[in-house]
């Protein structure tokens, strides 16, 4: 079971920090992933990051709407998974959603290849 928390309303230019936890360890996956999706549009995928747990080595990606703007990370268990949101816009606004990628699929932004979400966290820029 996935839950976030953090969300809420900021004005434009401002930060949020965004928060999953795994209820449990098994709830971690080496692919995780932050989505949204806004009024009347389809879920975006917008960061996921590939942890090599043997290696303790995070590979962040970024959509393009997103990148030099948020960032994505991990606590060292693996278990907590962040999105810290600067320089926040009006068109950030949506449900955010973490998820856990769907064992043997690629680490992507497509929402198909991931099997287990959060109920989501409203964040509303304006």
């Known amino acids: 079971q996935l839950v976030e928390s953090g969300g809420g309303l900021v004005q434009p230019g401002g930060s949020l920090r965004l928060s999953c936890a795994a209820s449990a360890v098994t709830d971690a996956a080496n692919c995780m992933a932050w989505f949204r999706q806004a009024p009347g549009k389809e879920r975006e995928g917008i960061a996921r990051?590939?942890?090599?747990?043997?290696?303790?080595?995070?590979?962040?990606y970024y959509a393009d709407s997103v990148k030099g703007r948020f960032t994505i990370s991990r606590d060292n268990t693996g278990g907590m998974l962040y999105l810290q949101m600067n320089s926040l816009r009006p068109d950030d606004t949506g449900i955010y959603y973490c998820a856990k990628a769907r064992p043997g699929y690629a680490c992507s932004l497509q929402p198909a290849a991931f099997g287990s979400w959060g109920q989501g966290t409203q964040v509303t820029v304006s």
């Open positions: 990051i590939y942890r090599n747990f043997a290696r303790s080595a995070d590979n962040p």
